[in-house]
């Protein structure tokens, strides 16, 4: 599975509907160059339609330009080889997608926001050495030497 392949379709297929779930089933077996063989059952199965309805979807998206069956299927048991295309750069891999951080200007650039002021602190993991108040009886405690505690009726560090 290729996310690549996979959010180009989620964002670019021009299909609704139940073409689109066979575009992204399609998609979900595809390698990083847009191929996959699955059979026209499976993906039935995964799109949630009939083997007949992706046999016709097939056939629009390859006419359409956004698939290419690069051999055909041997009959049962074997499965046809696709590659998922863009039509107007031939291939999914063809022209560079661009990237997360190109795509959100406000990222990069001179204009980089500035980063988060180091105003929190972070509570100490060391037991703090000030004295306080035992939370059980109110004891006025030193936490290095630990008290016994009345409420509890044992002694805590």
Do not use: F
């Not at 406000?106 to 000030?130: F, L, M």
């Amino acid at each position: 599975m290729s996310i690549k392949v996979m959010s180009w379709v989620w964002d670019n297929s021009p299909y609704r509907d139940d073409a689109l779930l066979v575009h992204l089933a399609l998609a979900d077996w595809a390698n990083e160059d847009g191929i996959c063989w699955p059979n026209q059952q499976s993906i039935a199965h995964k799109a949630r339609c009939s083997v007949e309805h992706v046999r016709r979807v097939t056939r629009k998206m390859e006419s359409d330009g956004y698939l290419e069956i690069l051999s055909v299927s041997k009959g049962p048991g074997s499965s046809h080889k696709y590659q998922l295309k863009r039509p107007t750069n031939g291939g999914v891999l063809d022209g560079e997608i661009p990237h997360i951080e190109e795509a959100i200007p406000h990222i990069q650039g001179p204009n980089t926001p500035h980063p988060s002021p180091k105003n929190r602190q972070e509570p100490s993991i060391e037991p703090s050495v000030a004295r306080s108040n035992c939370i059980y009886c109110s004891m006025l405690v030193d936490p290095a030497k630990g008290h016994w505690c009345s409420a509890l009726n044992q002694r805590l560090k």
